[in-house]
């Protein structure tokens, strides 16, 4: 596709980060990361502390502790703090910020000036072939269109050959197949340079578009680690908005985890009553909200057996409630939930008031949310 | 229409916007960037031509350039006469005055440089230095241009800062605004229309060129555009 490896050393390489970062405003930064060549996706809501993470990275700010490095390179330790012009860390973000006042050529070329100008255009010709740009090298960055700053902005970073590149959020303007492009672009750019690469996003659909590895970042702490698959597939914390409309909100602990299998435990305040949940980014001992809608939730006279719902609760009906078309049960099953059902269920059933039953809840009708 | 005075004007504006062109870009670049907490009052030093009547700037330069001056001594040994009262005294006094003209603007343009190219250009390895040359003194034309313009027309048009540093020696000190007055003084009326014109022409050509050059960085005056 393209000559780099033949032009430059190919580079390999790892960043190491652990480090923690304080602020005044309470918010705290506690990352340690290792990524190797390839992207690394860093994923988490906006505030999570993500792009404090790859300022720290790029020499843009320092962390109060730690140890930042690529492969032998120490860019951060206790007496080292290396400037950021020699850290070698490719930057885009989402600004872009290229230089208004020169050519889409002579933004490319301007972190080559070490190199002889013979070996200035070189490289930027053929960088300039790879990502496609090669028509607009002397145009103005504002007489090209967006996707094609983006081509730029990258390419001006990579030509560079940096040590690890940080890639802040740089094609979230973009539209769907102009950044679909633009990725297979960087993706085999990066099979031949094999670098670590930082990406940063809050777009699920990239993250399952880049996807070599994904880390979730919330609060300032790296909360899961793994494969697009493993880690997002955990359903997303809930908003307070998106839960307001269940019936049976509670509050709970988390028990534990199981990330292999995508769930966890848990524990209803104040019960022993256990729930499995799908698996979010939250530890073991944080305290999450747990809503449940009312018709989610099946009700059975005799112990069901054979399920694959995995929470089976004993209860009893403390009441019964036609409502409409629906029969409102409430169960006390150690806290009391909100059951919905047809006429037709409650008639077959012949369900009444202190009757023993139990509640079928399957793992994923059990969304959460933080607090 | 004395041509002698009017070239000696001229030779004296172009050395003073040339040299203030080199010293007020330190400056200007200290000022924009710097975050000394004191910062203020190296501005303050900096823009006091612009209040100072003519006279007070002028006598203290007189009185530093002359014979009972460490720097009038020092000069005095080099060159075997004093500062006072010749075109090099001219030149040193104008550049203070004008100072702020050029300081001014040039701070102004830098500070408004887009904080996040900067960071940019040192990301791709470049130094303080070719930052400056290559990143934030292309973007900040506009300004720099005005800076220098409006110093250089500053000084064609000075004449209290000359008259008591320079006196009136013809072909030496003898710029174009003393002569408008003396002609004046010798009820020499027509003389000083000529003279009075061309130096009004002068400097309207001069802001109108740089109003004009300013046009898209937006109307306002060309020391507080950003």
């Known amino acids: ?210 996807g070599e590895r994904v880390l979730a970042l919330e609060q300032g702490q790296i909360l899961a680690d793994g494969t697009p698959h493993e880690v997002m597939n955990a359903p997303l914390q809930e908003t307070v908005a998106q839960l307001a409309g269940f019936e049976n909100v509670f509050s709970s602990m988390v028990v534990h985890t199981n990330v292999e299998r995508g769930t966890m435990s848990c524990r209803l305040e104040g019960t022993e009553v256990e729930l499995e949940t799908p698996l979010v980014r939250a530890k073991s001992g944080s305290n999450l909200r747990i809503g449940i809608r009312a018709g989610d939730i099946l009700l059975a006279t005799v112990l069901p057996q054979g399920l694959s719902a995995r929470n089976i609760l004993p209860g009893k009906i403390m009441a019964l409630n036609q409502r409409d078309m629906i029969v409102v049960a409430r169960v006390n099953c150690g806290v009391e939930m909100e059951v919905h059902l047809t006429l037709a269920a409650r008639d077959t059933l012949g369900l009444h008031t202190g009757q023993d039953v139990w509640l079928v809840i399957k793992t994923h009708s059990c969304h959460l949310m933080t607090g | 229409m004395d041509w002698q005075a009017f070239w000696l004007t001229t030779r004296l504006a172009v050395l003073v916007g040339a040299i203030l062109a080199a010293i007020a870009m330190p400056i200007a670049y200290w000022i924009a960037y710097s975050r000394w907490r004191w910062k203020f009052l190296v501005e303050a030093v900096v823009a006091l031509p612009i209040v100072l009547p003519p006279t007070v700037l002028g006598f203290y330069v007189l009185v530093a350039l002359g014979g009972r001056s460490p720097l009038g001594r020092w000069w005095q040994s080099l060159t075997g006469h004093t500062l006072a009262f010749t075109f090099e005294g001219l030149v040193i006094g104008s550049v203070i005055y004008s100072l702020p003209f050029a300081v001014q603007p040039f701070a102004a343009s830098f500070a408004g440089v887009d904080r996040r190219l900067i960071l940019a250009s040192s990301t791709l390895g470049a130094s303080a230095l070719r930052t400056f040359f290559r990143v934030i003194v292309p973007l900040s034309m506009p300004g720099l241009i005005a800076g220098v313009a409006l110093s250089f027309a500053h000084t064609m048009g000075e004449f209290g800062v000359v008259l008591m540093v320079g006196g009136n020696i013809p072909g030496v000190t003898r710029t174009v605004s003393i002569d408008i007055y003396d002609q004046t003084q010798a009820l020499n009326y027509a003389g000083a229309n000529t003279t009075a014109l061309l130096l009004l022409f002068l400097s309207f050509t001069m802001l109108a060129l740089v109003y004009g050059l300013n046009r898209r960085a937006g109307t306002t005056w060309p020391w507080k555009h950003s």
């Not at chain 1, 050393?9 to 405003?25: C, D, H, N, Q, R």
């Not at chain 1, 994923?43 to 032998?72: N, Y």
């Not at chain 1, 330790?77 to 490719?90: H, Y």
């Not at chain 1, 730029?152 to 990579?158: I, S, T």
């Open chain 1, 1 to 210: 596709m393209n000559d780099f490896s033949a032009t430059s050393a190919p580079v390999s390489s790892e960043l190491f980060v652990s480090i923690s970062k304080k602020y005044a405003g309470g918010f705290k930064l506690d990352v340690s990361l290792t990524a190797s060549p390839g992207i690394t996706i860093l994923f988490g809501s906006s505030g999570a502390g993500k792009t404090t993470l790859l300022d720290c990275i790029a020499g843009l700010a320092s962390p109060d502790s730690g140890k930042i490095a690529v492969s032998q390179k120490v860019f951060f330790d206790k007496n080292i703090n290396v400037p950021l012009r020699e850290r070698g860390v490719g930057c885009v973000f989402q600004d872009l910020a290229l230089f208004p006042h020169l050519t889409v050529e002579k933004n490319i070329q301007y972190g080559l000036a070490h190199l002889s100008s013979q070996e200035r255009v070189r490289r930027c010709d053929t960088i300039l072939e790879s990502f496609g740009i090669a028509n607009l090298r002397t145009r103005k960055p504002r007489q090209i269109s967006g996707g094609e700053q983006h081509r730029v902005a990258l390419a001006r970073a990579l030509v560079t050959n940096p040590r690890v590149l940080l890639l802040d959020e740089p094609l979230a303007a973009l539209d769907a197949i102009t950044k679909s492009k633009i990725i297979r672009d960087l993706r085999v750019w990066n099979h031949e340079q094999r670098i670590p690469i930082l990406y940063v996003t809050h777009s699920r659909e990239e993250v399952f578009a880049l």
